[in-house]
């Protein structure tokens, strides 16, 4: 398992004597800003991905930037390495603790410092919650637009890390789009703010480059985030057919009719029945699969835009198309959704969760070809995803208690990103990299690409101490564990088309 | 059916499409085995931006040709070399466009200089700026490598996002090759309006309506009159037109804005300031022009550098010598130390032995 870091191929620091790095940060902190025995360090020892788990030498609870500051440098002088943590919901493993590390919660920095409604801004604070920026802003009629699953308990500073996404990206973008300015603490203790006030400032667009780095750049300690104002109208279509494959053909069908719909979501049989089953959202469970289209804007518009998405279905095959009779039909349709992940407790003790990105034109032809996977592998696989943005979730079912069953889907999810690369796409597209698809990422880039990464982290952390063995795979391990590149097409899956 | 359509659309764009990869390649290797500085040059439209350009020329005009283009995709990857009114003809054909409506300061401009110019015309801030579309590409590092940063498909995690910050980076990190660009599809109706208004007025009209979810594409105010644009679908343009009232906006007035030809954009000295919209700027004799909802001002103004850089930042904003610096003069708002010494940091990255465009955006870098 991959919470298993390898000296040989994986950038890690001997750990030092904890008395000599608590005796350090001790006199940096709070009386309670600091965590150091095991029962307290537990909630820390794994995120989102519960399968991995390691413990951090200790714990720091920073109060504000200049407390992140202090730990830092005196990170930097010790050579001990850094993990930063928002709300701990990630799905890679990219808050998973390193051996020997300082673990740092950014929980306790998490207040609204401002909003200014006529410019549509906030400024906040790493730890606030996802969620809570929209309920803060709901009384001027804004919202903020990114809306991962886990909006409710996710903080804004690992949305930041990770890039986060959500249902509406397709038309309201990822957190790089939404975010403009950043202030930032380097390993060595400077503080640097990237972006600003206005749309841009000069030199290079470092608040892009910054946003997604997963905590291997710099720990971001205050965030301005630009605000939408909230749609009048909002309307969700429900189609379902008979084949999976024109299900896909009716995703590509509905953006070449020029319609960017707020969120456009699949979920085949599997998936859908394990879903109606928990939520009884009311979706017609013989479907093979169903598509959930939502359109925002005003009101007339609205209303014809629609019309055109049911008839696209349609003209693509669909076996019932149904409009959600009011808000409260549109709530549940989207309830149902949301609780599909959850729902396949019914279908098996566990699940573990893939995030490939590929071209939409190549949703048949990859849904098709990961129920072949599946077979070979002798496990099921259910789909509920971003078919909009073309971002699978396939979700490998298995039981962690029988033997070999966690390796077989760790296999099959390796062979379904590698797929998704060979397909024109990418391993992933909102979960981050983290440590969970870090050998995935010797597939998807050259050995000049890697270095060009590691290069770019040591333009802002020279010594390598920020989230050391996440994300960016050393060429040690990509010769030791990762497969083939098939970057140029060459290698798998030679039997199909791709560009 | 898709294949078929993508086919005729690449083979209708086939007879411009030329591959100079490897030729540009052994340049940038040969000028990194001497350390000799190369001055990237797409259509040559911008050579004014910027400080002044060193060293051999690197021509990136033959590198042209759309590598791919799947209308459904919503992407359209080509040559840094082509032609970018090629492209905008080629996505008017299946009703896209580029969402963030770069100037095209001449017919040879091209996708690379754009991208590496960081334009981006009226519909920023509605609609993003040139780095929220770019989705990958492929540049030539210093030491004539090839990178593929980023991919063709909007939701893309992997790796660090090195791509975003080659729009604007005037060349300063590598060669583009190659670029992938979201598309967006273009508005069903579009209508513009016009008001007598003085700026604070107009202003709040602004700042007002942005607070709504409305069908806003532009709003610029030429120093007497605020001009309104409205695009999406037909009943919410025709329902915000017929609120809003005004008059017709003249016609031409945003195809000049945005390709620069109107009014003061003319000028041979030419300041651009990028502020917040909602901030109050002290009054500065000269002709000012507002795009991007009050966000960006061009200005004509023979007032003091120093003095037009601090009614910037006094705001949180930035000044650019847009055009027309005189020697010694600098183009943009200095960078604090810290930031500078990131910015070199990062450029030996890419470019170790700093041979592209060295100094066009700040002297030793």
Known sequence: ?499 | MFTRERRRLLTSTASRSTDRTEALTKAVRAAAAEARPLCIVGGDTKAFHGRAAVGERLEMAGHQGVVDYEPSELVITARAGTPLLQIEALLARNTQMLAFEPPILGPTSTLGGVVASGFSGSRRPFAGAVRDSVLGVTVLNGKGEALRLGGTVFKNVAGFDGFRPMAGSLGCLGVLLEISIRVAPSPAAETSRSFELDWPRAQAMITALMRRPVPLSGAAHDGHRLHLRLSGAVGAVEAMAAEIGGEATPEGFWSDLRHRRLGPLAQPRLWRLSVPRTATLPELPGLWLRDWAGGEIWLDSEAPSERIRTIASDVGGHATLYRGARTGESVFTPLPDGLFALHRRLKTAFDPAGIFNPGRMYEGL
């Open chain 1, 1 to 499: 398992m991959l919470d298993q870091f390898d000296d040989r191929v994986d950038p890690i620091f001997a750990p030092i004597d904890p008395a000599r790095l608590i005796a350090a940060l001790r006199p940096l902190m709070d009386a309670d800003g600091l965590v150091t025995k095991v029962e307290g360090m537990r909630v820390y020892e794994t995120d989102g991905l519960a399968a991995y788990r390691g413990m951090p030498a200790v714990v720091a609870l920073p109060r504000d930037a200049e407390q992140v500051r202090a730990v830092l440098m005196a990170c930097a002088d010790l050579g001990v390495a850094v993990v930063a943590r928002g709300a701990g919901t990630g799905l890679s493993g990219g808050a998973l603790p390193s051996p020997g590390c300082v673990l740092l919660s950014l929980s306790r920095m998490s207040r609204i410092l401002s909003i200014d409604p006529e410019a549509r801004t906030a400024r906040v604070q790493p730890g606030v919650r996802n969620l809570a920026i929209s309920d803060a802003v709901a009384q001027f009629g804004l919202f903020y637009a990114p809306d991962p699953s886990s909006q409710l308990a996710c903080s804004i500073g690992g949305n930041v890390a990770e890039n986060a996404g959500g249902v509406h990206c397709l038309k309201y973008g990822l957190t790089v789009h939404n975010i403009q300015k950043l202030d930032i603490v380097t390993i060595n203790g400077e503080m640097l703010t990237l972006g600003g006030d206005a749309l841009d400032t000069p030199g290079f667009d470092l608040t892009a480059l910054m946003t997604g780095s997963e905590g291997l750049l710099a720990v971001v300690t205050e965030i301005t985030v630009r605000l939408l104002p909230t749609p009048t109208h909002a309307q969700v279509i429900l189609a379902a057919f008979a084949d999976v494959r024109h299900a896909g053909e009716a995703v590509a069908a509905i953006i070449a009719a020029g319609i960017i719909p707020a969120g456009l979501e699949m979920m085949d049989r599997l998936a859908l029945g394990a879903a109606e089953a928990h939520t009884h959202a009311g979706y017609p469970t013989d479907a093979a699969a169903i598509l959930l289209c939502e359109l925002d804007g005003a009101d007339g518009d609205v209303g014809a835009e629609l019309a055109r998405v049911a008839a696209v279905c349609e003209t693509s095959g669909a076996t019932q198309v149904r409009l959600a009779r009011d808000e409260d039909e549109r709530k549940l349709f989207w309830a149902g959704r949301k609780g599909a992940f959850p729902a396949m407790g019914r279908l098996a003790p566990d699940y573990y969760c893939i995030d490939g990105t590929i071209p939409r034109r190549r949703l048949p032809d990859v849904l098709e070809a990961i129920e072949r996977l599946s077979g070979e592998h002798g496990l099921a696989v259910a789909n509920v995803f971003h078919a909009g943005d073309g971002n699978l979730h396939p979700l490998i079912l298995y039981d962690a208690n029988r033997d070999g069953e966690i390796e077989r889907a760790e296999a099959l999810g390796g062979a379904i990103l590698e797929l998704c690369v060979a397909m024109g796409g990418t391993i992933t597209g909102e979960h981050g990299v983290g440590r969970e698809k870090i050998n995935q990422m010797c597939v998807q880039f050259s050995s000049a690409e890697i270095e060009t990464f590691f290069a770019i982290k040591a333009a802002f952390d020279p010594i390598g101490l920020l989230n050391p063995g996440k994300a960016i795979p050393t060429l040690a391990r990509c010769a030791e564990y990762g497969s083939m590149h098939v970057h140029a097409g060459k290698a798998a899956f030679a039997h199909l088309d791709r560009f």
